[in-house]
């Protein structure tokens, strides 16, 4: 006798419904290819998500466009968890904020 999954195919495919930020992720994305989007507004949304590969490679990404934001990367609470990372530490050396 097989028993069927407690997720619904729906839920376990559609991402979206079980986490709004991957609906908000899948927005931006999409608003980027006719839009500007802010690398560090997509950082703020894959630290939410537990992306933390995807939250520094956005952070890089806001470097390297200079995004305004980045003055305040060591003083922000959503990025407390990074302050060990070696890539983090990078950051903040360039832009002037390293201890």
């Known amino acids: 006798m097989k ?16 986490d709004p930020r991957a609906k908000a992720l899948d927005e931006l994305m999409r608003r980027s290819k006719s839009a500007y989007v802010s690398p560090s507004d997509m950082a703020y949304i894959y630290v939410g998500m537990g992306d933390l590969e995807g939250a520094l490679s956005s952070l890089e990404q806001a470097y390297t466009e200079r995004d305004q934001y980045m003055i305040y990367l060591k003083v922000d ?23």
């Open 77 to 99: 609470p959503k990025f407390d968890q990074f302050h060990s990372e070696p890539r983090f530490q990078a950051l903040l050396r360039g832009i002037g904020l390293s201890d």
């Open 3 to 18: 028993t069927s999954s407690p997720v619904s195919p729906t839920l376990r495919f559609g991402v979206f419904e079980l």
